[in-house]
Nanobody, 125 residues
Framework: QVQLVESGGGLVQAGGSLRLSCVAS????????MAWFRQAPGKERDFVAA????????FYADSVKGRFTISRNNAKNTVSLQMNSLKPEDTAVYYC??????????????????WGQGTQVTVSS
């Protein structure tokens, strides 16, 4: 049974930084791409960043390019999201996501096979 457990959310002032982490278990982590999505109140769940199974390629939403960095450690079954220069519009619940199938880059919700429980990120102005 796939389990994704996020940590690292919190309250930060605009311009600050946070690092989110997600620990995966129950499947062959290194065979699947991973991603982070976020959902603000009253809005749809949106793609933030993705990383391929080996970590060789990364993808970002335009709104976070240059500020956020996704990384993974296949030896520890973890994926992280380093968030710098945070803005109030980054406020949302952030979700870790695993791809539904191997060799698929998970950049849309339709490609997600498993979700974490979410962690709240609040950026004050």
């Amino acid at each position: 049974q796939v389990q994704l457990v996020e940590s690292g959310g919190g309250l930060v002032q605009a311009g600050g930084s946070l690092r989110l982490s997600c620990v995966a278990s129950g499947y062959t982590f290194s065979s699947y791409s991973m991603a982070w999505f976020r959902q603000a109140p009253g809005k749809e769940r949106d793609f933030v960043a993705a990383i391929t199974w080996g970590g060789g390629s990364t993808f970002y939403a335009d709104s976070v390019k240059g500020r956020f960095t996704i990384s993974r450690n296949n030896a520890k079954n973890t994926v992280s999201l380093q968030m710098n220069s945070l803005k109030p519009e980054d406020t949302a619940v952030y979700y870790c996501a695993a791809a539904k199938d191997p060799i698929v880059v998970v950049t849309t919700t339709q490609r997600v096979g498993s979700w974490g429980q979410g962690t709240q990120v609040t950026v004050s102005s």
